[in-house]
């Protein structure tokens, strides 16, 4: 069974600056090529490697398939050529996702093999690539137990032909089992959960050190992890203004689209009361600085949302108890087209607003964290839990 996957397939080259409320930000880049959304799944939570090895390569070596970039690839010549990733203990599989090297042009010949200990090896997948795409597939399988992934690449077809004997693949992810994740609806088309026990769901992140994003057990809103974000004065992993540590998620929503998002966020007992913006969640767009078209952030003792540096809803801060919002958000640069819902807590405290939600000939990214005027000296320790991106409203209301 194949599947296709959410991706970003061109390899073009965004600048991509956040911004508080009110002010004016530096532009930072951010390649699509480095856009873990191409290894996205749903009913499938990646896994991450420790290790890899090959059978040989040409310079392109086997680490460029999982450093998250779509300008790199793994490479070697010869049929039966073969890269393995070491989990690093035994896990639950049941798919790999590859993104093979030109496969809008080659479909490659291949096995996929495991192992619980790298000397007993078992086929557990054989077939072909589709060859119309650059996008990574998913290969499925029945679930089992193991530690180690072999594939095993035994040429291909160029243009439907010509028998090539090269093996490349630009990134490739193991799956862990759909039964030990959360359960994805029929609309769910990204979860950014945490249930990885990392932020490998992501695209990105943007942070100054690892201990400014953490996933932990406790406080949990839902399944087994949430995401602690601190923020520090000073923290400016992007050289860019504010204080940050964000994970940036490649959504790029097209126009006229319509999705449903849900997440819960907690802030910490002490996060910091500031008379200034201090964002937690917002869609930037791309290719220019400033505001951004949709941000959720604190000021002050209030939660509000802003559309286009308008803000169309306020509540009290609530510190130490989890926020559940659901957000309904029609994608348009047309104010008379574009809208959004809000339900916090359980109830609509926004109904349907129409504004503009893009800018024209800009499409939005997704970010995720705290990012805050630099002149709060405090320190901010918030939560983040449970992010499912659906087009069904029956995936996240009751």
């Given amino acids: 069974m194949k599947k296709a996957l959410l991706v970003v397939s061109s390899l073009l080259v965004l600048s991509v600056a956040a911004c508080g409320p009110q002010e004016m930000d530096h532009l930072e880049e951010l390649t699509l090529e480095s856009a873990e959304s191409a290894l996205t799944t749903q009913n499938c939570s990646q896994l991450t490697a420790s290790s890899v090895i090959a059978s040989g390569h040409d310079g392109n070596v086997p680490a460029n398939t999982f450093d998250d970039r779509l300008d790199t690839r793994w490479s070697n010549f010869g049929k039966g ?29 291949f096995v996929i093999s495991t192992s619980p200990d790298g000397y007993s090896y078992t086929q557990v997948y054989s077939g072909q690539s589709s060859g119309t795409t650059t996008a990574a597939e998913t290969y499925s399988f029945t679930a089992h137990t193991a530690r180690r992934v072999r594939i095993i690449v035994n040429g291909s077809t160029v243009n439907g032909s010509t028998v090539d004997d090269w093996a490349s693949i630009v990134e490739a992810r193991a ?41 932990v057990t406790s406080p949990v809103r839902e399944g087994r992890y949430a995401m602690k974000v601190t923020v520090r004065q000073g923290d400016d992993p992007i050289s860019s203004s504010g204080n940050r540590n964000e994970l940036v998620r490649i959504t790029r929503e097209p126009v006229g689209s319509e999705y449903y998002y849900k997440w819960s966020t907690m802030f910490a007992t002490d996060f910091p009361s500031a008379s200034t913006w201090q964002l937690f969640l917002q869609w930037h767009h791309e290719g220019s600085s400033g505001s951004p078209p949709v941000e959720l952030f604190v000021y002050g003792e209030e939660l509000r949302m802003n559309i286009r540096s308008t803000t169309v809803w306020r509540a009290p801060l609530v510190r130490g108890a989890w926020q559940d919002f659901v957000l309904r958000v029609k994608w348009s640069p047309d ?58 409203a029956s995936d996240v209301l009751p």
């Avoid at 979860?191 to 953490?214: C, H, K, L, P």
């Fill in 335 to 392: 104010p008379s087209v574009g809208f959004v819902e809000l339900y916090h807590n359980g109830k609509l405290v926004l109904p349907r607003r129409y504004a503009a939600t893009q800018f024209s000939g800009y499409l939005n990214y997704l970010k995720m964290g705290l990012y805050r005027n630099e002149s709060i000296a405090k320190t901010g320790v918030l939560y983040h839990d449970g992010f499912i991106m659906t087009k069904n």
């Fill in 81 to 109: 050529s073969w890269i393995d990733y070491d989990l690093g203990s035994l896990k639950t599989l049941s798919a790999v996702s590859v993104a093979w090297y030109q496969g809008n042009t080659r479909a490659n010949t």
């Fill in 175 to 215: 799956c862990a089992s759909a039964s030990t994740s959360t359960p994805t609806g029929s609309g769910v088309v990204w979860r950014g959960d945490f249930e990885t026990g990392n932020y490998s769901q992501w695209s990105s992140a943007q942070i100054v050190s690892a201990d400014r994003m953490m996933a």
